[in-house]
C-alpha cells in the first residue's frame, strides 16, 4: 500500500510544519517589536471606532435614537430632572412642561449647565456641566421620544464657514439689542440678561436661536434660515479671534461705557491740571 504511506507520511510533514510554523508565530509573539506594533495597531483601532461613534450622533441631528439610549436617558431623567418636570414630562409647580422642548433645548439647557436647576432665581444661571456629552445626548433622545421638536443642529451649519459680513448685519437687526453689538451682553428688566456670546459653542449659539431660552424670542428656520444662522455662528467666532484693531475695549460696553470713560478720566485730568496750574501760581 504505497499510497496510504505516501499519505501518512504527507500528513506527519504537514502536522510538522504547522508545529514550526506556531513555534515561529509563538517566537514572534514574544519579541518586544511585536508588542510594540500590536499595541499600536490596538490603539489605532480603538481610537478610529471612538471616532466614528462619538462623531456619528452629532453628524446628523436626525440620526435615530436608540432605544437604549432612550431607556438611559429616562433612568437619568427620573433621577436628576422628574422632581421639578413631572416623570411624564408634564410639569409641575417648579418646572414647566416639556413636551415638544425638543432635543436641541435639552442640548442647551444641559450642555451649558444652565439644567438641572439648582436654586430659585431671576434666571437659570451657566454653571459647570453636570452630565457627559453621552449622558446629555440620552437625556435628549428621551425628552424627544415622548413628543416631537426641534432636533440638535446638523455639523454643516456649525462650521463656522459662512458670510461673516452677512451674519453681523443679521445680528446687529436681531440680536444686538439684547446681547450687545459686539456680543458683550447686557441686563434687560427684572434681575435678567442676556449673556455675553464670547464663550458659547456654535452648537449652543444654534440651539439657542432655535428654542429661545427665557426672555429670548424664538427664531425658527422661517424667520432665520439655516444658512443666516450658519452666517451669524460664523460672525460671532470672527469677533471672537480678531478682537478689536486698537485702543482699550473698555468691555465692548458701547457709547455709554467709552462716554463715561472720556469723561472721569480725560475731564478730570483736566481738572487736576487746572487745579495744580492755580496751586503753582499761588
Ligand atoms: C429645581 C428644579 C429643576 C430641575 C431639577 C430641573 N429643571 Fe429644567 N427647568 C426648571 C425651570 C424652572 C425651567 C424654566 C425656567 C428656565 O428656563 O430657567 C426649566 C427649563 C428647562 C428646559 C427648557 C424648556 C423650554 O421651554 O425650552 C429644559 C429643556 C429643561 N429644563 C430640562 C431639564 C433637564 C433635562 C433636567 C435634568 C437634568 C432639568 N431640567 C432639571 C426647573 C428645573
Ligand atoms: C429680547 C432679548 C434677546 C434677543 C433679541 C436675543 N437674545 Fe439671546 N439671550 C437672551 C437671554 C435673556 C438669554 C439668556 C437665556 C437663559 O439664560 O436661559 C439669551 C441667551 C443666548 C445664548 C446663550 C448664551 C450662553 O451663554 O449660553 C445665545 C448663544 C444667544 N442668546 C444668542 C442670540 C442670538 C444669535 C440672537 C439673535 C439671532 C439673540 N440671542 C437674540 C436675550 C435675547
Redesign the pocket.
Known amino acids: 500500500m504505497p499510497t496510504a504511506r505516501n499519505a501518512d507520511a504527507r500528513r506527519i510533514r504537514r502536522a510538522a510544519s504547522a508545529k514550526g510554523r506556531t513555534a515561529r508565530v509563538k517566537r514572534g509573539r514574544r519579541s518586544p517589536l511585536a508588542t510594540v506594533a500590536l499595541l499600536a495597531i490596538g490603539l489605532m483601532f480603538t481610537g478610529g471606532a471612538y471616532a466614528l461613534f462619538s462623531a456619528s450622533p452629532s453628524d446628523n441631528g436626525a440620526v435615530a435614537a436608540s432605544q437604549e439610549n432612550v431607556e438611559r436617558g429616562q433612568k437619568l ?1 427620573a433621577a ?2 422628574a ?3 413631572g416623570l411624564a414630562l408634564e410639569g409641575t409647580e ?3 412642561t ?1 413636551l415638544g ?1 425638543g432635543a436641541a ?2 442640548d442647551f ?2 450642555g451649558t449647565g ?4 439648582m436654586n430659585q432665581s431671576p ?2 444661571p451657566v454653571k459647570p456641566v453636570q ?1 457627559t456629552e453621552e449622558d446629555t445626548q440620552a ?1 435628549a433622545d428621551y ?1 424627544a421620544s415622548l413628543a416631537p421638536g426641534p432636533a440638535i443642529p446638523s455639523a454643516e451649519y456649525l462650521q463656522a464657514d459662512g458670510d461673516a459680513t452677512h451674519g453681523a448685519e443679521l445680528f446687529r437687526i436681531n440680536c444686538a439689542m439684547c446681547h450687545n453689538v459686539a456680543g458683550a451682553g447686557g441686563a434687560l428688566t427684572e434681575g435678567k440678561y442676556a449673556p455675553e456670546l464670547h464663550e458659547v459653542t456654535p452648537q449652543h449659539i444654534y440651539e439657542a436661536m432655535l ?1 429661545g ?2 426672555n429670548m424670542p424664538v427664531f425658527n428656520d422661517a424667520n432665520i434660515t439655516p444658512e443666516d444662522k450658519r452666517d451669524i455662528i460664523t460672525s460671532l467666532v470672527y469677533m471672537r479671534e480678531n478682537p478689536s484693531p486698537g485702543g482699550f475695549e473698555l468691555g465692548s460696553l458701547g457709547p455709554v461705557a467709552e462716554g463715561l470713560f472720556a469723561w472721569v478720566f480725560g475731564i478730570g485730568a483736566l481738572v487736576a491740571l487746572a487745579v495744580w496750574l492755580t496751586a503753582r501760581s499761588n
Open positions: 431623567f436628576n430632572c422632581t421639578c418636570h417648579a418646572g414647566p416639556l422642548v433645548s435639552v439647557q444641559v444652565r439644567m438641572p436647576l434666571q437659570a452630565f437625556l425628552v428654542t431660552p427665557q
